[in-house]
């Protein structure tokens, strides 16, 4: 007779997991630092980036009006503001006009420099203060003097154009026509951001004093910006949108390009939101290296602990306990992890500013921001829990028969399906997560592959090592065949380090590789075709005699010239600019005016590959081409319309061809092409370059000052930009933000290191009792050292060379794919990480062997 | 020793009760491949509630696979396993587990005590997994029971090794389990400690009436049992033999 089942059922006792994994963490953390180093560091990682990057977007929401200038600033290219618009705008409060454009400043000496003048009326700065040392009143600074050899104006001079120049307050440069005394260096202006990349260091002068350099020709390049400073009254939200709606209304033709004081800097924000995001990619990656970490700090510490789980299981602990008592101890030190690491994060924002607040180019407001730290803190314990689920699970099928048995301890088999299946859950809600939030979906998901991928591949790695060295022929040597043999014996470090060493690897590569690409890119060598000049501002009038000249002045370049205007789209296909909705890789081309141009002919860098082009004396409606690309990211079509606001007036022209065009040659090229007849009668300038045939590795500094001194003499309204100089400007920019990938990817790096060591460590118990024996039965500690260290050094090897394959095509498909430049390889970086991670893996895993080598054999066996 | 000799026969306690244990033409196999040994083979056996037997025989015979199979924990290749009226064969492993822990108290040769707890926590752990609501009271009378009133808080490592095995066995005995199985429990002891740990298993077994098994390698001690049961390369060696048949052969 037997009794029914229900007989055996109980009540589940809720907290008895919390309770009984409690007591089990009194043993101590012993194998568990590693664990909450890794998780620690990941979340710090992502907890920092997101919390730095929330307290910057933060500056610059609190700033942004200052940032702006105003409450809503209109700007418009080429042109002035009509008598209508201007009435406008003063309707709604108080008005700031200011102008930018690039131009060329002169010494008296006769030295030359590209100069970003901004020039200003008596309102500005209407919000903020510019610093100037000394400090003067605005008014002051800009005032015109009288001077023995005509007018003499104020102005402001970045310190960088004072040491260029060799100058120094007092001193007097020409811009243009006019004569100007530099009264104060311009330390910080309180608009500076809302403008974007400058090419050169600021000049600021009065708008009168502008006016005096005869520079402002029909279609030179100014930009005109009016900011709006509403009444005090009207501070709510609704009041900039409320203007911007009017101005849209009532001056529909106006083509101005309008921000208002939440959206001071749209480019800036969408930097630092993609860029957040790279980061937070970096910062997971950590955490994926971190959680190898996990996965072999579960698996030792369930390996500890086998005896005790088998007690539980003795005692009428079901799998289903056990598993939900380890999972809650593993789950209390990852929260722990996980919590340090986001505390250290939210701290990151505070110590920046603290330690970097006066030299920050960017308004950084510290703050803790629940929403990061959350989100960090969700990452790190679903890592832990993707990573330690396997090892857990089997912790459900402990024999009980382990605590009679000593030999059944070895057999380890795969997780019951349940904890599978689990584990794949929490894989694809970390997936979903990732995907979800990331700014740039398509990066986000090719990061998971690609992670996959490496995670797979290393896999495949450890098992094809330990295979071949399973069939490789014994060999004579002792040391050699210690070595070999530990790689693939059962239980072998294998598998851990190759993951942990691999990981890293892979990451250190795919970093330097892109570090030494992109300076390569922007620092070293131009492209092999790269003009060395371009000249802006050149009237339409004198351009046939500025290409003529500089063919002359250098006999052997190429000269290029073309007409450009500048535009925004207003309009394509019938819908409204602000009504399209791009694809993320177009949505700049609508977010500001475009360099627009006209021609006959197909444009060099350029091939036509769809559509038709017109015949080169087209007289027709305009046409226009568009660039492949970007039309696809438009929506557009061969067929389909676009309207161009340029100086004011719509142009509507036809798309009737698209081109793929080789923007990295750097020759000039447009997004837009019109059939010649599009802007017949239009005021605009011309754009040149000039290309050098030889090597400017010799001397070049010197003949390009040259150049740009012919030039200023003979056309002073032209403005030339040394492609070099430009470059390294961007350069600068590029070196920042690689800056701050290397920081987030030491991270990822030391984890690594954490990791490995783990690995290491975790097998050391084998390692000293191995050592013990050998000792015992007559090795040396030589022989015993060396044989340790081959086998360290095959592993890491073979597992250094996948590291930078995997590693270089990551940073080819990124350098190449995401930031579309050309990619060499860079072998002597590759070379360096090589080395390096031979020599770690055999110090570290050395380290541990060395102590037990010296350690009495009789004293170990006794305690094994 | 007197509480024995004053208890009824087995034969009458098998007659009297039903079956504590029943065990039916049971085969078990350990190992895989090359390695695999048949351990048990064709066992049958049955035990009387209240009755204490003693699984005797040389190394490698299979007796505490046998107490294994009995406790739940190995499940034979063929034949029926049947404890306090529950078949093993209609359990799963969690159920298994569960009647583990509430009708059968084990007591291994090195204690297996949990480390990172206290001697009462150790005691505790089966009743709070069975959801007894005053584990810790229960925990506290039964380590007071087997003389460790003053010891409660005191950690495994804290104590010798009888009192190590005292704890274990106030762990087997706190959820009044209807069988106890003790697989060597003397052989990680000294001679004097071992038979102080043997006297308080055999108190407990009459004071609560309950079924004992027991291994062991120790003659004497298999003496003290009700009946023997000696196993050779994994077969019963013979009939059940009786205290008296031990005595006399």
Same mark, same amino acid.
């Given at each position: 007779m037997?009794?029914?089942?229900?007989?055996?059922?109980?009540?589940?006792?809720?907290?008895?997991?919390?309770?009984?994994?409690?007591?089990?963490?009194?043993?101590?953390?012993?194998?568990?630092?590693?664990?909450?180093?890794?998780?620690?560091?990941?979340?710090?990682?992502?907890?920092?980036?997101?919390?730095?990057?929330?307290?910057?977007?933060?500056g610059?929401?609190?700033?942004?009006?200052?940032?702006?200038?105003?409450?809503?600033?209109?700007?418009?290219?080429?042109?002035?503001?009509?008598?209508?618009?201007?009435?406008?705008?003063?309707?709604?409060?108080?008005?700031?006009?200011?102008?930018?454009?690039?131009?060329?400043?002169?010494?008296?000496?006769?030295?030359? @420099?590209?100069?970003?003048?901004?020039?200003?009326?008596?309102?500005?700065?209407?919000?903020? !203060?510019a610093?100037?040392?000394?400090?003067?009143?605005?008014?002051?600074?800009?005032?015109?003097?009288?001077?023995?050899?005509?007018?003499?104006?104020?102005?402001?001079?970045?310190p960088?154009?004072?040491?260029?120049?060799?100058?120094?307050?007092?001193?007097?440069?020409?811009v243009?026509?006019?004569?100007?005394?530099?009264?104060?260096?311009?330390?910080?202006?309180?608009?500076?951001?809302?403008?974007?990349?400058?090419?050169?260091?600021?000049?600021?002068?009065?708008?009168?004093?502008?006016?005096?350099?005869?520079?402002?020709?029909?279609?030179?390049?100014?930009?005109?910006?009016?900011?709006?400073?509403?009444?005090?009254g009207?501070?709510?939200?609704?009041?900039?949108?409320?203007? #911007?709606?009017?101005?849209?209304?009532?001056?529909?033709?106006?083509?101005?390009?309008?921000?208002?004081r939440?959206?001071?800097?749209?480019?800036?924000?969408?930097?630092?939101?993609?860029?957040?995001?790279?980061?937070?990619?970096?910062?997971?990656?950590?955490?994926?290296?971190?959680?190898?970490?996990?996965?072999?700090?579960?698996?030792?510490?369930?390996?500890?602990?086998?005896?005790?789980?088998?007690?539980?299981?003795?005692?009428?602990?079901?799998?289903?306990?056990?598993?939900?008592?380890?999972?809650?101890?593993?789950?209390?030190? *990852?929260?722990?992890? @996980?919590?340090?690491?986001?505390?250290?994060?939210?701290?990151?924002?505070?110590?920046i500013?603290? @330690?970097?607040?006066?030299?920050?180019?960017?308004?950084?407001?510290?703050?803790?921001?629940?929403?990061?730290?959350?989100?960090?803190? #969700?990452?790190?314990?679903?890592? @832990?829990?993707?990573?330690?689920?396997?090892?857990?699970?089997?912790?459900?099928?402990?024999?009980?028969?382990?605590?009679?048995?000593?030999?059944?301890?070895?057999?380890?088999?795969?997780?019951?399906?349940?904890?599978?299946?689990?584990?794949?859950?929490?894989?694809?809600?970390?997936?979903?997560?990732?995907?979800?939030?990331?700014?740039?979906?398509?990066?986000?998901?090719?990061?998971?592959?690609?992670?996959?991928?490496?995670?797979?591949?290393?896999?495949?790695?450890?098992?094809?090592?330990? *295979?071949?060295?399973?069939?490789?022929?014994?060999?004579?040597?002792?040391?050699?065949?210690?070595?070999?043999?530990?790689?693939?014996?059962?239980?072998?470090?294998?598998?851990?380090?190759?993951?942990?060493?691999?990981?890293?690897?892979?990451?250190?590569?795919?970093?330097?590789?892109?570090?030494?690409?992109?300076?390569?890119?922007?620092?070293?060598?131009?492209?092999?075709? *790269?003009?060395?000049?371009?000249?802006?501002?050149?009237?339409?009038?004198?351009?046939?005699?500025?290409?003529?000249?500089?063919?002359?002045?250098?006999?052997?370049?190429?000269?290029?010239?073309v007409p450009?205007?500048?535009?925004?789209?207003?309009?394509?296909?019938?819908?409204?600019?602000?009504?399209?909705?791009?694809?993320?890789?177009?949505?700049?081309?609508?977010?500001?005016?475009?360099?627009?141009?006209?021609?006959?002919?197909?444009?060099?860098?350029?091939?036509?590959?769809?559509?038709?082009?017109?015949?080169?004396?087209?007289?027709?409606?305009?046409?226009?081409?568009?660039?492949?690309?970007?039309?696809?990211?438009?929506?557009?079509?061969?067929?389909?319309?676009?309207?161009?606001?340029?100086?004011?007036?719509?142009?509507? !022209?036809?798309?009737?061809?698209?081109?793929?065009?080789?923007?990295?040659?750097?020759?000039i090229?447009?997004?837009?092409?019109?059939?010649?007849?599009?802007?017949?009668? !239009?005021?605009?300038?011309?754009?040149a370059?000039?290309?050098?045939?030889?090597?400017?590795?010799?001397?070049?500094?010197?003949?390009?000052?040259?150049?740009?001194?012919?030039?200023?003499?003979?056309?002073?309204?032209?403005?030339?930009?040394? #492609?070099?100089?430009?470059?390294?400007?961007?350069?600068t920019?590029?070196?920042?933000?690689?800056?701050?990938?290397?920081?987030?990817?030491?991270?990822?790096?030391?984890?690594?290191i954490?990791?490995?060591?783990?690995a290491?460590?975790?097998?050391?118990?084998?390692?000293?009792?191995? *050592?013990?024996?050998?000792?015992?039965?007559?090795?040396?500690?030589?022989?015993?050292?060396?044989?340790?260290?081959?086998?360290?050094?095959?592993?890491?090897?073979?597992?250094?060379?996948?590291?930078?394959?995997?590693?270089?095509?990551?940073?080819?498909?990124?350098?190449?794919?995401?930031?579309?430049?050309?990619?060499?390889?860079? !072998?002597g970086?590759?070379?360096?990480?090589?080395?390096?991670?031979?020599?770690?893996?055999?110090?570290?895993?050395?380290?541990?062997?060395?102590?037990?080598?010296?350690?009495?054999?009789?004293?170990?066996?006794?305690?094994? | 020793?007197?509480?024995?000799?004053?208890?009824?026969?087995?034969?009458?306690?098998?007659?009297?009760?039903?079956?504590?244990?029943?065990?039916?033409?049971?085969?078990?196999?350990?190992?895989?491949?090359?390695? $695999?040994?048949?351990?048990?083979?064709?066992?049958? =056996?049955?035990?009387?509630?209240?009755?204490?037997?003693?699984?005797?025989?040389?190394?490698?015979?299979?007796?505490?696979t046998?107490l294994?199979?009995?406790?739940?924990?190995? $499940?034979?290749? $063929?034949?029926?396993?049947?404890? +306090?009226?529950?078949?093993?064969?209609a359990?799963?492993?969690?159920?298994?587990?569960?009647?583990?822990?509430?009708?059968?108290?084990?007591?291994f040769?090195?204690?297996?005590?949990?480390?990172?707890?206290?001697? =009462?926590?150790?005691?505790?752990?089966?009743?709070?997994?069975?959801?007894?609501?005053?584990?810790?009271?229960?925990?506290?009378?039964?380590? +007071?029971?087997?003389?460790?009133?003053?010891?409660?808080?005191?950690?495994?490592?804290?104590?010798s090794?009888?009192?190590?095995? $005292?704890?274990?066995?106030?762990?087997?005995?706190?959820?009044?389990?209807?069988?106890?199985?003790?697989?060597?429990?003397?052989?990680?002891?000294?001679?004097?400690?071992?038979?102080?740990?043997?006297? =308080?298993?055999?108190?407990?077994?009459?004071?609560?009436?309950?079924?004992?098994?027991?291994?062991?390698?120790?003659?004497?001690?298999?003496?003290?049992?009700?009946?023997?049961?000696?196993?050779?390369?994994?077969r019963?060696?013979?009939?059940?033999?009786?205290?008296h048949?031990?005595?006399?052969?």
């Amino acid at each position: 007779m037997t009794l029914a089942l229900k007989s055996v059922r109980r009540r589940r006792i809720p907290g008895l997991p919390l309770r009984f994994a409690l007591r089990e963490l009194r043993s101590g953390l012993r194998g568990f630092y590693v664990f909450v180093a890794c998780i620690a560091l990941g979340v710090m990682a992502i907890a920092g980036v997101g919390s730095v990057a929330a307290s910057l977007s933060d500056g610059l929401a609190h700033e942004g009006r200052t940032l702006l200038g105003g409450d809503v600033s209109f700007s418009l290219i080429q042109r002035e503001a009509k008598a209508d618009e201007i009435a406008f705008l003063r309707e709604h409060g108080s008005l700031s006009v200011a102008a930018t454009l690039r131009t060329m400043a002169r010494a008296s000496d006769g030295r030359l @420099a590209l100069v970003e003048l901004k020039a200003v009326d008596d309102a500005y700065p209407m919000l903020g !203060a510019a610093t100037l040392d000394p400090a003067m009143p605005m008014r002051d600074l800009l005032a015109k003097h009288d001077g023995a050899s005509g007018d003499v104006y104020g102005a402001a001079a970045d310190p960088t154009l004072l040491a260029r120049l060799d100058l120094k307050v007092g001193d007097r440069v020409t811009v243009g026509g006019a004569t100007f005394e530099i009264r104060s260096a311009i330390a910080a202006e309180p608009d500076k951001l809302a403008g974007g990349l400058g090419f050169g260091p600021r000049f600021l002068v009065s708008i009168d004093g502008l006016r005096a350099t005869k520079l402002l020709q029909p279609g030179s390049l100014v930009r005109w910006i009016y900011r709006v400073k509403l009444p005090d009254g009207a501070t709510n939200d609704r009041a900039p949108a409320a203007l #911007v709606d009017a101005a849209r209304a009532t001056l529909p033709q106006a083509g101005w390009e309008i921000r208002s004081r939440d959206n001071a800097s749209p480019q800036l924000a969408r930097t630092i939101t993609r860029f957040t995001q790279f980061l937070t990619l970096v910062g997971l990656a950590a955490l994926l290296v971190g959680g190898v970490g996990v996965a072999n700090a579960v698996r030792s510490h369930i390996d500890r602990r086998r005896d005790v789980i088998a007690a539980f299981k003795a005692l009428g602990a079901t799998g289903r306990d056990v598993f939900a008592i380890y999972l809650t101890q593993v789950m209390l030190l *990852a929260m722990a992890g @996980a919590l340090i690491g986001a505390v250290i994060g939210a701290a990151l924002p505070f110590a920046i500013v603290g @330690a970097f607040g006066h030299l920050l180019p960017l308004p950084v407001v510290p703050a803790l921001h629940p929403g990061s730290l959350a989100l960090s803190v #969700v990452y790190g314990l679903l890592t @832990a829990l993707a990573f330690g689920m396997w090892p857990l699970g089997r912790v459900h099928d402990v024999p009980v028969a382990a605590l009679f048995r000593e030999a059944v301890t070895s057999e380890w088999r795969r997780p019951p399906l349940r904890y599978l299946v689990w584990m794949a859950v929490v894989v694809a809600v970390l997936i979903a997560i990732a995907i979800g939030l990331a700014y740039d979906k398509r990066v986000a998901a090719v990061f998971v592959v690609a992670s996959a991928l490496v995670f797979a591949l290393l896999r495949a790695v450890a098992a094809g090592m330990m *295979a071949v060295a399973r069939r490789l022929p014994r060999p004579r040597a002792t040391m050699l065949r210690l070595a070999i043999a530990n790689i693939h014996r059962p239980g072998a470090l294998t598998p851990s380090v190759v993951l942990s060493l691999g990981l890293g690897l892979a990451v250190l590569v795919t970093i330097t590789q892109i570090d030494g690409n992109l300076r390569r890119q922007f620092m070293a060598a131009l492209p092999a075709h *790269a003009p060395s000049f371009y000249f802006i501002d050149i009237p339409s009038s004198v351009s046939g005699r500025f290409t003529a000249f500089l063919k002359e002045t250098v006999p052997h370049g190429t000269v290029e010239d073309v007409p450009m205007l500048r535009g925004r789209i207003v309009a394509a296909r019938g819908v409204k600019a602000e009504d399209l909705k791009p694809s993320q890789d177009a949505e700049w081309v609508l977010q500001s005016d475009r360099g627009l141009t006209y021609t006959g002919e197909v444009p060099k860098g350029s091939r036509v590959v769809e559509g038709h082009w017109w015949p080169a004396d087209y007289n027709g409606p305009p046409l226009v081409s568009f660039e492949k690309k970007l039309a696809d990211g438009l929506g557009l079509k061969v067929g389909d319309t676009v309207v161009v606001n340029v100086l004011g007036r719509d142009i509507t !022209a036809t798309i009737s061809n698209m081109r793929s065009v080789d923007w990295q040659s750097l020759g000039i090229n447009f997004v837009l092409v019109f059939s010649p007849n599009a802007f017949r009668g !239009a005021p605009h300038t011309h754009i040149a370059t000039l290309t050098e045939p030889h090597d400017r590795a010799g001397g070049g500094a010197v003949k390009d000052a040259a150049v740009v001194k012919a030039v200023a003499d003979a056309f002073p309204m032209v403005t030339t930009v040394r #492609v070099r100089e430009a470059l390294e400007t961007v350069g600068t920019v590029v070196t920042n933000l690689v800056l701050a990938i290397r920081g987030a990817s030491a991270v990822t790096l030391i984890s690594a290191i954490l990791v490995l060591g783990g690995a290491l460590a975790a097998g050391h118990r084998h390692r000293v009792y191995d *050592a013990v024996i050998l000792k015992t039965l007559g090795a040396t500690r030589l022989r015993l050292l060396g044989a340790y260290a081959l086998e360290y050094l095959m592993i890491g090897a073979a597992t250094a060379m996948f590291g930078v394959a995997a590693g270089s095509v990551a940073a080819w498909l990124i350098v190449t794919r995401l930031m579309t430049l050309s990619f060499v390889w860079q !072998a002597g970086s590759a070379a360096v990480v090589v080395v390096v991670a031979l020599a770690v893996t055999v110090m570290l895993g050395l380290a541990g062997t060395l102590l037990a080598l010296n350690q009495k054999p009789a004293a170990v066996l006794r305690n094994l | 020793m007197d509480s024995l000799i004053e208890s009824p026969s087995p034969a009458d306690r098998s007659s009297a009760r039903p079956d504590s244990i029943s065990i039916s033409n049971v085969d078990l196999s350990l190992g895989q491949g090359a390695a $695999r040994v048949h351990i048990l083979k064709d066992i049958s =056996l049955r035990v009387g509630a209240g009755e204490a037997i003693g699984l005797i025989g040389p190394s490698g015979s299979g007796k505490s696979t046998l107490l294994m199979v009995m406790a739940g924990l190995e $499940r034979p290749d $063929r034949g029926e396993v049947v404890v +306090d009226g529950v078949s093993f064969n209609a359990l799963d492993e969690d159920g298994l587990a569960r009647f583990r822990g509430r009708q059968v108290g084990i007591v291994f040769q090195s204690f297996h005590l949990i480390p990172t707890m206290t001697a =009462l926590e150790n005691v505790a752990v089966p009743l709070e997994l069975a959801g007894v609501p005053d584990a810790s009271e229960r925990a506290a009378r039964e380590l +007071d029971s087997v003389g460790l009133g003053a010891r409660l808080h005191h950690y495994p490592t804290q104590l010798s090794g009888g009192e190590q095995q $005292r704890v274990a066995l106030a762990r087997a005995l706190a959820p009044d389990p209807a069988i106890l199985v003790a697989d060597e429990p003397t052989g990680n002891l000294d001679e004097a400690t071992g038979q102080q740990i043997v006297d =308080l298993l055999f108190t407990k077994h009459v004071e609560r009436g309950m079924t004992l098994v027991l291994v062991t390698h120790d003659t004497l001690l298999a003496q003290r049992c009700d009946r023997v049961v000696r196993l050779r390369s994994g077969r019963i060696d013979g009939p059940a033999a009786s205290r008296h048949w031990i005595e006399t052969a």
